[in-house]
């Protein structure tokens, strides 16, 4: 079974701070995809950023920057110089190629002016 | 706007009553899958459809069913509803190609609320 953790519920930060997300995952697959999306207020989901299991490539695309680390089985996510359109609770999910998402239980920023 | 259209947007019904969700995929998108979101359960995939086809079942209830039309629009079925089916159901789409994950993009879902 898969599995992914958020264990931070909650982050609350200053504009113009760095944010780092964590995400540990679970599966017994060599093959797999991990994604971060994200639920602002308004309720929709947007896709942010999306890796393969054999790509430990890490980049930064704008203020975005992830971590991924098959080693410890984390996919980190990290908002640089943070502004209050960032609140949002952000979600890791994992899937193993059978096509469904697995979600974590997310994590809530909010970014105070 | 990732090009998934939910109708309606919000939904506010009676216990036993039933609903249906629709959902417009993307432009050249072959795969629907459904999601819902409570706060007790989270983000749960409920089902997929590809081209027409149910492709993969996940926590979904007997009590709701789906199915994808020729024109690949999907509806969710929502029958006997109880309170605790109010949720935000999302609808998203991808291309479908075989042998690989490809990255869903989600609706803006519908808020159900179940009195």
């Known amino acids: 079974a898969q599995k992914v953790t958020q264990a931070q519920t909650e982050i609350s930060v200053v504009e113009k701070e760095d944010v780092t997300l964590d995400c540990v995952y679970e599966?017994?697959?060599?093959?797999?995809?991990l994604f971060w999306y994200k639920q602002p207020p308004s309720g929709e989901l947007v896709f942010l950023i999306r890796?393969?299991?054999?790509?430990?490539q890490n980049e930064i695309s704008g203020r975005y920057s992830w971590n991924f680390q098959k080693s410890t089985s984390s996919f980190n996510f990290t908002i640089t110089a943070s502004q209050v359109v960032d609140s949002a609770v952000y979600f890791c999910?994992?899937?193993?190629?059978?096509?469904?998402?697995?979600f974590g239980a997310g994590t809530t920023v909010t970014v105070r002016a | 706007d990732s090009g998934v259209t939910q109708t309606p947007k919000h939904l506010i019904t009676a216990t036993g009553q039933r609903v249906t969700l629709r959902c417009s995929p993307r432009?050249?998108?072959?795969?629907v899958y459904w999601y819902q979101q409570s706060l007790d359960q989270g983000l749960q995939f409920l089902i997929q459809?590809?081209?027409?086809?149910?492709?993969a079942k996940g926590n979904i209830l007997e009590r709701f069913s789906a199915q994808q039309f020729p024109d690949l629009h999907s509806e969710l079925n929502l029958s006997s509803l109880e309170l605790g089916d109010s949720a935000l159901y999302f609808c998203?789409?991808?291309?479908?190609?075989?042998?690989?994950?490809?990255?869903?993009?989600f609706g803006p879902g519908t808020r159900l609320l179940v009195l």
């Open positions: 998203a789409s991808s291309v479908g190609s075989e042998g690989t994950q490809e990255t869903q993009y």
């Open positions: 599966t017994r697959d060599t093959t797999y995809y």
């Open positions: 890796r393969n299991s054999f790509d430990e």
């Open positions: 999910a994992l899937s193993v190629g059978d096509y469904k998402l697995s």
């Open positions: 432009s050249g998108d072959l795969s």
């Open positions: 459809y590809y081209n027409g086809e149910e492709r």
